[in-house]
């Protein structure tokens, strides 16, 4: 009795084993049963391989409008994110000659993001439309560079 009873519970972790994906493979017989993960550990690992998976740089919005008196300052927001996983360490590529940022560099972890002041300065500009590219880059991470217009 007390053979069956074992029996029993071996064929139900063999069966479970399966169910998560193990390969036939491993549950043949003397091979030992896959060990079954609980959600909250399966939480934990998806976490840990977020965290592990390349850095990815967004820029929001694609595009900066202002519109301003000869001679004054416009001020914009530009937010840089790290859709991505581990951390991203970026930093202002290039801008015209009118365009401060309030921050030429720094870095996000998972999930973070950075609001940066950008002032336009119409000092110097003819009057009319003025454009330029703003290029944010960031080392082995998706979607770098972005350039903002």
């Known amino acids: 009795m007390l ?15 399966i169910a998560v994906g193990a ?8 091979a030992a049963p896959r060990e079954i993960v609980t959600p909250e550990e399966q939480a934990e690992l998806d976490r840990v391989a977020r965290l592990e998976a390349q850095p990815v740089l967004e820029c929001e919005p694609g595009e900066l409008r202002a519109e301003a008196e000869r001679g004054e300052e416009a001020l914009l927001t530009l937010t840089i994110r790290n859709a991505g996983g581990r951390k991203l360490e970026w930093s202002v590529f290039s801008k015209p000659a009118w365009v401060r940022v309030d921050a030429e560099r720094g870095e996000l972890g998972h999930g973070e993001d950075r609001k940066l002041l950008v002032a336009v300065d119409t000092t110097g500009l003819a009057p009319g439309t003025a454009k330029g590219r703003l290029v944010v880059v960031a080392a082995d991470a998706k979607g770098s560079p972005a350039t903002v217009a």
């Not at 053979?3 to 084993?17: D, K, P």
């Not at 390969?23 to 003397?30: D, V």
């Open 23 to 30: 390969s036939p493979a491993s549950a043949q017989e003397g």
């Open 3 to 17: 053979r069956a009873a074992r029996f029993a519970v071996s064929l139900v972790l063999v069966v479970a084993a």
